[in-house]
């Protein structure tokens, strides 16, 4: 097989740390581990060349939509398209978020992105960081498929490739890390890949866009008792709602008219400022409070996940100045990041 050359980022996170007097962060050396275990383990890895680079070097709960640009500057710089395959190590907790800003950005690279993490530091037993690292180098050599991915083992699990747009936050109190709607798009065993949801087609529609994130949209998530005289809407250009699971937000006013929804979309009508819904299915149906959002003008960002809603919004706000142009490209399926709805 011909030899494959692959770009591998370093940006930190786990994977790039080690442990010292009980306290867990990012290491010069930890990258070298990585490479190292790979060639002691990787039967093959004699057939795989590595060109490296390192445009960060944090714990990712500390990333800002800035460094996505820092990132997406230095693949660009590269160039990504003289290479195979990229590999870009990552930390866990933002690692969807990460996932899906890629996507949405390299929505027309032809090389395939992948995103690798772990659970653990390298050096510990329990890691998953090294089988990932192997799915990704595996996946880049004997899979033509172009897109941005984030293989993945749950303890226990068989080894997912999730599609980055549609990667699901990890689960609560864990590390695990699944698609939405617990749809993985391939599955890797015994060094076979295979496909359990093959992908929709996208628009086929490319957008020229700058790595400019907005840092601007606020994120709000609900909860009992949300008073919305909380939110200050000062530093504020858009502003995203999440929904429960079943596309629904509180909206009586019998909870008083600080913690209904509609009243504050009113609100921030007052001041200019959009504000999205998601994640919500599209579909024919919908509860009482849904739709009575949706009589009062609410936009929702049908059938995407939280995180994709997120950083598509950010990048659109990046990018375009027009409120036409933001809603075109928020409806256009520019990537496959589409969820069939039910």
């Not at 690292?133 to 293989?151: E, N």
């Amino acid at each position: 097989m011909t030899r494959k050359n692959i770009l591998l980022v370093f940006t930190g996170g786990t994977i790039g740390s080690t442990v010292a007097g009980g306290t867990i962060n990012t290491s010069t050396r930890a990258p070298y581990t990585l490479l190292q275990q790979f060639h002691d383990q990787y039967a093959e890895a004699g057939q795989v060349t590595f060109t490296t680079l390192q445009p960060l070097t944090l714990l990712s709960e500390n990333l800002t939509p800035a460094d996505w640009t820092t990132l997406i500057k230095a693949l660009e710089a590269a160039p990504a398209t003289d290479f195979d395959g990229i590999i870009i190590t990552h930390g866990t907790d933002t690692l969807s978020f990460t996932a899906a800003a890629l996507s949405c950005y390299f929505h027309a690279l032809t090389v395939p992105i992948l995103l690798v993490s772990s659970n653990y530091p390298l050096t510990d037993p329990r890691a998953n960081g090294l089988v990932n690292f192997s799915c990704a180098v595996d996946f880049i050599r004997h899979q033509p498929h172009t897109g941005v991915f984030v293989p993945y083992r749950n303890p226990g699990q068989s080894m997912q490739v999730h599609r980055g747009h549609h990667l699901a936050a990890s689960l609560q109190l864990s590390g695990d890390f699944i698609s939405i709607q617990h749809k993985s798009y391939m599955q890797y065993s015994d060094g076979q890949f295979t496909v359990l949801n093959p992908r929709q087609a996208a628009s086929g529609k490319t957008y020229p866009l700058k790595p400019r994130f907005c840092d601007r949209i606020t994120l709000i998530r609900p909860y009992p008792g949300l008073d919305y005289r909380s939110i200050n809407l000062t530093h504020t250009d858009a502003i995203l709602h999440d929904l429960y699971h079943s596309g629904t937000a509180c909206v009586s006013p019998s909870s008083g008219p600080n913690r209904a929804l509609p009243a504050f979309l009113d609100h921030c009508r007052t001041h200019n400022i959009p504000l999205y819904l998601a994640p919500a299915l599209h579909s024919p149906d919908a509860y009482q409070s849904t739709r009575q959002l949706l009589d009062q003008g609410a936009q929702v960002l049908w059938n995407l996940s939280l995180e994709t809603a997120y950083t598509k919004l950010a990048l659109a706000y990046g990018n375009f100045t027009r409120q036409e142009e933001i809603n075109e490209f928020m409806a256009a399926d520019i990537a496959g990041e589409h969820v069939a709805s039910a």
